[in-house]
């Protein structure tokens, strides 16, 4: 069975054929490093780490390059940089900022599960290749220099009698449409008022690097650049995939498509344009101000990095998701009981019924019925393979059952002294003894099971 994609441009799922197979490659948009990440973040980094996986599967994991960004240049950043360290120079308090916030980052992806990508370029490191493309196209006729900023045309690029796509064909959109219900207030020195920024003449004190050919004073790049320069230097000018929440397709893709195309004289950057749906939390929308925002740093003082992944892949990635404590309680049930039956087992092949619905489209929803469907069969050993290639099983089992009693915040040697005690009492047949610290064991919110073997416990959520 081919691996079938849905491609946002053309709409529809299309079978996945790489430019090349020994050299599979992938970019997705990722964090503006200046706060925590939320929940809605972690859908993307999820959502791709399931089809890098997916990919390696099928190509040899030698063979696929997936490109993840960091931006660490941005007006948030430097708001963040001046409001915490208000006595430091703005550059140095912008690289705390950006460090500190990139650490916290990497911490909570990798509980999420998450391999790192192969490459995770900085913007600030590839201001060299903006500062090219953006005279590439200035001297096509695509880009022009007003005021020290230099804006992108899209009227320009769809003058032009060429191969390029039509500007505002990723995001189904007529340009002719958004020169019409443009703002009627925009900057003076732009020529159109669909017209993007890609280099702007920095502030006092805020970072700069020398601006392109033509422009004296120094710069900063434009956020849509930074991503054509990045995928440039490390997947070429075209490659096979591009991901990101659904929010980038306009103006972000759309425009990053426009200065690609238009530098490399191409029709195409990527041949598969991928977009998650958004998340929302409890039936609301997800914001700072309706006190519902969660970053993925609160939820692991909770939950487990893996039950944050499983809850995440319940719902298929185009779909918008519904966050909820409910869904999480389940999700924290299905992985016990799988972490009992699968985490300790030798391993043996992922199973088909598993590989297919991920085949279609990325389709969890139905690989996670699958994953029910082998553990109804008492297949531990294919459940274990298939859990593990979708990024699950990273503990033992003794170390998962462990955690959650330390999350639970019960004392292990308190509740075994309680269950000999017990058991003491049982072989001198005191029972109202025995009930009693039974009841006793519950009220901690610890359940005890006896079998022939003795009696062990678990934590009942
Ligand atoms: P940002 O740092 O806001 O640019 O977001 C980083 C990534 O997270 C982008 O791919 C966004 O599309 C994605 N994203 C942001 N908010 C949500 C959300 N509520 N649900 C799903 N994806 C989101
Ligand atoms: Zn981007």
Redesign the pocket.
């Known amino acids: 069975m081919d691996l079938r994609l849905h491609d946002t441009l053309t709409r529809e799922k299309r079978t996945f054929v790489p430019l090349d197979p020994k050299n599979v490659r992938m970019y997705?948009?990722?964090?503006?490093?200046y706060d925590f990440?939320?929940?809605?973040?972690?859908?993307?980094?999820i959502v791709f780490d399931v089809l890098f996986r997916l990919l390696r599967h099928l190509y040899g994991e030698a063979h696929v390059k997936y490109v993840r960004n960091i931006?660490d240049v941005d007006d948030k950043i430097n708001d963040r940089a001046a409001r915490d360290f208000p006595g430091l120079p703005l550059n140095e308090a912008i690289g705390k900022v950006t460090e500190e916030t990139g650490r916290q980052f990497h911490a909570d992806v990798d509980a999420l599960g998450a391999l790192r990508p192969s490459v995770e370029p900085r913007a600030t490191e590839h201001i060299g290749e903006m500062r090219e493309i953006i005279e590439k196209l200035i001297a096509g006729g695509f880009a022009y220099v007003a005021e020290d900023h230099v804006l992108f045309s899209p009227q320009a690029m769809n003058a032009a009698n060429s191969e390029l796509p039509r500007y505002g064909a990723l995001s189904n959109r007529s340009l002719d449409e958004m020169v019409a219900g443009a703002r009627v207030d925009v900057a003076p020195y732009k020529r159109g008022n669909t017209d993007f920024v890609l280099w702007k003449p920095s502030k006092p004190g805020e970072p700069s690097w020398p601006s392109p050919a033509g422009i004296k004073a120094e710069g900063r790049p434009g956020w849509h650049i930074e991503c054509s320069a990045m995928a440039w230097k490390h997947l070429g000018t075209h490659f096979d995939i591009h991901?990101?929440?659904?929010?980038?397709v306009f103006p972000?893709h759309e425009n990053e498509v426009a200065q690609s195309c238009c530098a490399f004289h191409q029709s195409r950057m990527a041949n598969y344009w991928m977009?998650?749906?958004?998340?929302?939390v409890e039936s609301e929308?997800?914001s700072k101000s309706l006190g519902n925002f969660i970053t993925i740093r609160d939820l692991l003082a909770d939950w487990p990095g893996e039950v944050l992944r499983l809850n995440m892949l319940k719902t298929h990635y185009r779909s918008?998701?519904d966050w909820t404590l409910k869904s999480l309680e389940e999700s924290g049930k299905t992985l016990d009981d799988w972490y009992r039956v699968a985490a300790d087992v030798p391993p043996g092949k992922p199973a088909t019924s598993v590989i297919e619905p991920l085949l279609d489209d990325l389709n969890t929803p139905q690989t996670i019925a699958a994953l029910h469907g082998l553990r109804n069969a008492s297949d531990a050993a294919g459940l274990t393979a298939s859990l593990r290639l979708l990024g699950f099983l990273s503990e033992t089992a003794a170390q998962w059952e462990g955690r959650k009693r330390q999350a639970s915040g019960v004392d292990a040697s308190e509740i075994d002294r309680l269950i000999s005690e017990r058991t003491a009492a049982r072989a001198r047949k005191d029972f109202k003894e025995s009930d009693r610290i039974r009841d006793q064991l519950a009220a901690m919110g610890v359940a005890i099971k006896d079998s022939k073997e003795g009696t062990t416990w678990e934590i009942a959520r």
């Open positions: 997705v948009c990722g964090p503006t490093v990440a939320h929940i809605g973040n972690a859908r993307p980094v931006t991901g990101g929440g659904i929010d980038l972000h977009h998650n749906g958004f998340l929302q929308k997800m918008p998701i």
